[in-house]
């Protein structure tokens, strides 16, 4: 397959003007989104939500905040919370799951997007140092840059190496049904390892990055967890049928 490494001259003009600076008519819209995911905190923690003086900042990330963005790029919007409000009824770990639950149930419930661009949304207690827009300072935190044509070169061949070895992983393991029971481990190993990968430098965790979605575009995901589905549904009717 041929690996594309998008390289623009200027960021999303859906979402930036040629300054850098964020579009007008956006800004309405991600504000919006915010109060919602604020809410849906509040409305699940139980705890009154302070607008001014819970959130720290807001962090606009990831492709769609940079020169690296694709057609089907989202922009990531991680709302940095007060932790200290919400763990003096939860543990570090309650915490973390917690917040993770409440931003994929407001995602997968609302589907937020801003100018036909899908937006996923994170609440976090502090945020990477990675290419990211202060939406509360409406100012650049760190500003994005173009890629070299060496480092171009650099991503493309490391992507089509993650590439093949997570296809050949997931093919091994849908050509033999005695085996979909790993079909769930994997894909969580591998989604596991792409969050990981946003800890590390551009050049080690931008290749897999690119390599899991490919490969999330190409289905193998989608037979990856249909796999799993019939090795569920298969132990449940076992299980049915030889009650102990």
């Known amino acids: 397959m041929i690996i594309r ?28 989104i915010v109060v919602s995911a604020i809410s849906s905190l509040s409305t699940f923690s139980k705890i009154p939500v302070d607008l001014e003086k819970d959130i720290v900042d807001v962090v606009l990330c990831g492709s769609s905040a940079s020169y690296f963005y694709k057609k089907y790029s989202d922009l990531d919007i991680k709302i940095v919370v007060r932790p200290d409000r919400y763990l003096k009824k939860m543990n570090i770990e309650t915490y973390k799951v917690f917040s993770k639950f409440v931003s994929s149930h407001f995602v997968k419930k609302y589907s937020p997007s801003v100018c036909g661009i899908s937006v996923d949304v994170g609440i976090v207690g502090e945020t990477l140092e990675i290419e990211k827009y202060s939406f509360n300072q409406k100012k650049w935190l760190i500003k994005p840059t173009r890629l070299t044509s060496d480092e171009i070169k650099y991503i493309r061949k490391r992507t089509r190496i993650y590439y093949l070895a997570m296809r050949k992983m997931i093919k091994s393991i849908l050509k033999d049904k005695n085996r979909y029971k790993e079909a769930g481990e994997l894909y969580g190993y591998m989604r596991t390892r792409r969050k990981q990968s946003w800890d590390e430098r551009f050049y080690n965790r931008t290749p897999f990055s690119l390599a899991f979605s490919y490969l999330s575009h190409d289905v193998f995901f989608k037979k990856l967890l249909k796999a799993q589905e019939i090795y569920i549904k298969n132990m449940m009717t076992d299980i049915n049928c030889n009650p102990s």
């Open 5 to 32: 490494v998008p390289n623009h001259k200027r960021l999303n003009p859906k979402l930036w003007n040629g300054d850098g600076s964020l579009r007008p008519e956006t800004y309405n819209v991600i504000n919006n």
